[in-house]
């Protein structure tokens, strides 16, 4: 065996140089003398393969062919060796692509699947194949064998199922993006093994049951960029033992719904942090610890904390003024009530500034206009005040302005708009809306080229909308509704082809549209001019409208009085409202077929006649049609069931509800309001109501409705207001009716409805509010239960034939009795109670301040005994009537107890005694009548007695006041006491004229009434009472012979 003989070192150094300048002279006299290099053949079999398994509808891999693979598209090679290094296969995104549609968009995604010879590619580093679509198949777990991979992007690509622990094999990985795939992982064990993983990102993925995330990413000692935004995670450690990322430049955890209620400090000790994302994590509080806040985080840049209410702290929010880098923020929701705008007024790199839903209580300094690189001001919704043209002038003064999104809407904002207002050129955004701002908007506005979007509903401005607007051209969004513009429209709006939407509605505008208005408006979608005076003057025969709307709000302008025939080319309508404007005119044939669906339709308060269509096209379960107040006729069709919202009142339909409420229908319908009040329908109201359980509110009042209220509305457990007043009905009233625990009102008065009172024994847990049943068959005694009705303000139950004693418990009425008090009551939506009540013979209707009236009508039966003293300390009571009756005793000195009783009629009883005097110190007493009952005594004298006539009066012993004056040994206004003598003593001389014309029979029939006053008035209330029988009698005796002619 030969020994080997070691040379000097020297030896090997000198050798080792030689090979290295000759392999670089080598390389470089090959390099000026061969063609570039090529890539390795069995790399490129390995892309074929991988073209071969992807689907490419788009020819994006078109380029892939020859052998030159290192200049195919998307495929970056070694300059030396030739081995591929990246592949880019990444597809542009819907946000920042280049395509107008989704579909356009997919037509360029790869698909299918990926090939596993890419194994091959042994120097692969880069691989990007995100926002494509793989159809949620699973990540492959070969990707795992790349060994020398750096960069790794599946972003968006549709992958779906487990990720794969191979993964982990990626020893040299620097950067992992699988954020936006529907993948899950139960464990990140496997992330552990990254050492060199620089940037994280997993957003969107299911991480819900990967409890080790937090340990895990805490040892990724080279992590800079953690991304884990809307993963499922539940656990935010407040006290870990090692926190080893303290390098992190940006943490996003937004979108997790944490835990725990606290945020740990050791979140304030990543000073390098540049960006924080915590948007919607909820959390409520903060651990400060030691680092005290965000002023221990100079380098942020970008600070995101929108919903979370622990920023409602002073403490942190004087933090802020600290971060003298910061360039973003966001505290939106975050239910700040402190002060903040003073912390951020000194930071002057600051760009962006999202304050918007919180209660923030703060003047907005002008100081803040300093700030002149803000893009972004977004101060919506809170209480701000201040005036807003000291702030905007500021900003008008920057040497070079860059805002372009300023939102105050919805604050407590005064002033005016600076009429420099145009030199804001960058403006792309402003909100105002829903302010207190004044004065007129400034013709420089109309220098604003690029603004998209422009918000000034619910302010004052006034004056004219300025001729300058049409140089708006960038305008999509223009809303001045509710403010107190007046003038015309100027012609010039007609100029803005790219505006979308156009809200005017609710000013004093005036004036003509013509087709000038809408020369170029190509692009309107929506048009809101509702509540305005504006008088619509097309061509209506040969118009063509340049736009397709989806919402036209016209009403109370002027379209008539034909109907206009322009709404026949819209066809794409979503939403039509031609209410109240001033058409009269048959409805077209078309108008019930041309459109493809509507969600809402309200052609009603015109003059519109014809028959009502059966074919419309309604949005199943969210359509409102309001076609009341026409003179539409015809049967109601059977479709219209499938809307949410019917108003067909006050037209001519006529016919049953059999094929509405009866035919072919089998499942559930979504209509809620259903009002066919004041029309010519007649039947029976058919039993089929099983299938309208979501009904709230049904009003078939004034028709000619007949037989029994039918049973299956008892199953109705949604119903809130029930209305069959004026029809035909007949039958005992349903035991259920009051057993109605969502019942608001009920009216069923003028019919012929028969039972015994006893079925008015209501629940205790009832929200019955108002109850009618005036004009019935009804008889018996009132039973003691029915002031279980706690909730009740509106109780009639006048002419009827109801008898016994008055109940003694009235004061269970918590809002008559003065307990409570009442606010309005929304039945639907905006749609209010409107109460209904009799006085002075006349019957007044009660709308927007229906929740004031309180009301007892027991009017017109036979009730007897005296009035309870419990009546009459109703404190909140405003309306009782208890006339024509059999009322007897005295009436209750008590009516000190009951200041806002503004009506009272105890008319035509046997009540006894005299006036009390407390009656005559009610001031808000504006109508009484005791009239034809035994009281005696003088009238008492108050303010409000002196409004009252003399028929308030008569049919009683009673004098002064509005009637003769008492006698001197009478003249208390205690009244007379004795009731044997004449009131007025007898006329002598109207005597021996009488006996003088006693030859002539007629003044023998006469006399007595002369001779006696007595006799007089109780002939006139025996006349009134004829009287008022009579007119009752005539007036249901009308009601029904005009039903029958119509």
Not at 452 to 481: C, E, K, R, V, Y
């Amino acid at each position: 065996m030969k020994t080997l003989t070691l040379l000097p070192v020297s030896f090997f150094s000198s050798c080792l140089w030689f090979l290295l300048v000759s392999s670089l002279f080598n390389i470089c006299f090959c390099n000026q003398n061969s063609d570039p290099v090529q890539c390795i053949p069995t790399e490129r079999l390995a892309l074929i393969d991988l073209k071969n398994n992807l689907t490419n509808h788009a020819y994006r891999l078109s380029s892939w062919v020859g052998k030159d693979c290192c200049s195919w598209s998307g495929v970056v090679c070694d300059n030396i060796t030739g081995h591929i290094h990246e592949i880019h296969l990444r597809e542009p995104d819907i946000f920042n692509g280049p395509y107008d549609t989704f579909d356009e968009l997919m037509k360029h995604m790869l698909g299918g699947s990926i090939s596993p010879s890419v194994i091959n590619l042994l120097q692969l580093r880069h691989l990007d194949l995100s926002c494509n679509d793989f159809g949620s198949s699973s990540i492959p777990a070969f990707i795992g064998s790349f060994q020398n991979l750096i960069y790794l992007n599946l972003s968006r690509s549709k992958f779906g199922g487990e990720i794969p622990h191979q993964l982990g094999n990626l020893s040299t990985l620097h950067v992992l993006d699988l954020h936006g795939i529907d993948a899950k992982s139960k464990s990140l064990a496997w992330v552990k093994n990254l050492k060199g993983l620089q940037h994280l990102d997993m957003g969107d993925i299911n991480l819900i049951f990967a409890s080790d995330w937090f340990p895990v990413v805490s040892n990724l000692t080279s992590l800079l960029e953690l991304h884990f935004s809307d993963c499922g995670l539940y656990q935010l450690p407040s006290n870990p033992t090692t926190v080893s990322y303290t390098s992190l430049i940006v943490l996003d955890l937004s979108y997790n719904s944490f835990d725990t209620s606290m945020l740990p400090g050791w979140i304030f000790s990543l000073r390098n942090l540049s960006l924080l994302d915590l948007t919607d994590c909820r959390i409520s509080g903060a651990n400060l610890g030691t680092h005290g806040g965000f002023h221990s985080m100079p380098s942020l840049r970008t600070l995101f904390l929108a919903r979370n209410t622990f920023m409602n702290s002073s403490s942190l929010l004087s933090g802020l003024s600290k971060l003298s880098n910061l360039r973003q923020l966001d505290l939106s929701n975050c239910d700040i009530s402190s002060p903040i705008l003073g912390n951020l007024q000194n930071l002057s790199l600051i760009e962006y500034v999202v304050l918007f839903d919180n209660r923030i209580v703060e003047e907005i300094p002008k100081s803040l206009s300093n700030l002149c690189n803000i893009t972004t001001l977004y101060l919506r919704g809170n209480k701000f005040s201040g005036n807003v043209s000291k702030l905007l002038e500021g900003f008008c003064e920057c040497d070079s302005t860059k805002l372009k999104k300023l939102a105050f809407g919805g604050n407590y904002l005064i002033g005016q708009l600076p009429k420099r207002l145009g030199k804001l050129k960058n403006l792309f955004l402003i909100d105002l809306a829903y302010n207190q701002l004044t004065g007129t908007i400034p013709d420089s506005i109309g220098s604003l080229s690029l603004l998209w979007a422009l918000w000034f509903s619910n302010n004052q401005f006034s004056g004219l909308i300025p001729n300058t607007i049409g140089g708006l051209s960038s305008l999509a969004h223009l809303d001045l509704s509710y403010n107190k513009l007046n003038g015309s429209l100027p012609e010039s709006i007609g100029r803005l082809s790219n505006l979308q939407d156009l809200s005017l509605d609710n000013n004093s505008l005036i004036g003509i549209l013509t087709e000038n208005h809408f020369i170029n408006l190509t692009s309107l979608a929506l048009l809101s001019v509702g509540d305005t005076k504006l008088v619509f003057k097309l061509n209506v025969n040969n118009w063509i409208p340049p736009f397709k709307l989806h919402v036209l709000r016209a009403g109370s302008c002027s379209l008539g009085p034909q109907f206009p025939t322009w709404i026949q080319m819209q066809t794409d309508l979503q939403q039509l409202d031609v209410s109240n404007a001033n058409i009269s005119d048959t409805i077209p044939n078309w108008f019930w077929t041309i459109f493809s669906i509507l969600d809402y339709l309200n052609i009603s308060h015109n003059n519109i006649q014809g028959k009502l269509g059966d074919v419309i096209s309604f949005s199943p379960d969210v359509a409102t049609v309001d076609l009341s107040n026409n003179r539409l006729h015809g049967r109601l069709p059977g479709n219209y069931s499938t809307t949410k919202f019917l108003d067909l009142s006050n037209n001519r339909i006529s016919g049953s509800l059999e094929q509405f409420l009866c035919s072919g229908i089998q499942e559930p319908q979504p209509l809620e309001f259903l009002n066919l009040a004041n029309n010519r329908m007649s039947g029976v109201i058919s039993d089929c109501w099983k299938n309208f359980g979501r009904l709230n509110i049904l009003n078939l009042e004034k028709n000619r409705f007949s037989g029994i209220i039918p049973s299956s509305l008892g199953n109705m457990s949604y119903l809130k207001s029930l209305e069959m007043d004026e029809n035909r009905l007949y039958g005992n009233l349903p035991p259920w009716l009051l057993n109605f625990t969502s019942l608001v009102v009920i009216k069923l008065a003028e019919n012929e409805l028969t039972g015994k009172a006893s079925f008015l024994a209501g629940l205790d847990n009832t929200r019955l509010r108002v109850l009618s049943l005036r004009s019935n068959k009804l008889e018996g005694k009132i039973p003691d239960e029915i002031c279980h009705l706690r909730s009740l303000q509106i109780l009639d139950l006048a002419h009827n034939d109801l008898s016994g004693n008055l109940p003694t418990c009235f004061t269970n009425f918590s809002v008559i009795s003065g307990r409570e008090t009442s606010g309005p009551i929304y039945l639907y939506q905006a749609t209010i109670v409107t109460a209904s009540l009799v006085t002075k013979g006349s019957t007044y209707t009660y709308g927007t301040k229906h929740y004031q009236v309180t009301s007892l009508d027991l009017s017109d039966n036979k009730f007897s005994g005296s009035i309870p003293d419990e009546l009459l300390r109703l404190s909140g009571l405003r309306f009782l009537n208890l006339s024509h009756n059999n009322l007897t005793g005295r009436i209750p000195n008590l009516f000190s107890q009951n200041e806002t009783l503004e009506s009272l009629d105890l008319s035509m009883n046997h009540l006894e005694g005299n006036i009390p005097l407390s009656l005559s110190q009610l001031t808000s007493l504006n109508c009484l009548n005791v009239s034809c009952n035994n009281l005696v005594g003088g009238i008492p004298t108050g303010p409000q007695f002196q409004t009252f006539g003399e028929l308030s009066f008569i049919g009683n012993s009673l004098c002064g006041g509005p009637l003769p004056a008492c006698l001197q040994n009478n003249g208390s206004t205690e009244g007379i006491t004795d009731g044997h003598g004449e009131a007025d003593g007898i006329d002598w001389i109207l005597v021996i004229f009488t006996l003088v014309g006693l030859v002539v029979g007629f003044w023998i029939i006469l006399a007595p009434l002369f001779i006696s006053r007595r006799w007089r008035i109780a002939y006139y209330c025996f006349l009134e009472e004829i009287w008022f029988k009579l007119q009752n009698f005539i007036f249901l005796l009308f009601l029904r012979l005009t039903k029958r002619s119509t």
